[in-house]
């Protein structure tokens, strides 16, 4: 049995065509990035109950919080 007809040039898989760079992606180190984890999340949960007297903060006053932890985090 005969493979399935394949005309020539039409490969899109292996094109003999040079394909055209796009931009760079900007290059960052993971490593230098400061790390969120359940504790830094947590931590800015309490803060956030204690800055607003809130049992129940709002996602816009956990932002700030967490903002703040991040910052804390960087230095």
Do not use: W
């Amino acid at each position: 049995m005969k493979g399935p007809f394949k005309m020539k040039g039409m490969d899109f898989g292996n094109s003999p065509l040079t394909k055209k760079a796009g931009p760079e992606t900007k290059k960052f180190d993971i490593d230098k990035m400061p790390r969120i984890t359940s504790e830094d999340e947590e931590t800015a949960y309490e803060n956030a109950q204690n800055d607003y007297d809130t049992d129940n903060p709002t996602k816009a006053q956990l932002a700030k919080a967490l903002a703040k932890v991040k910052a804390e985090k960087k230095r």
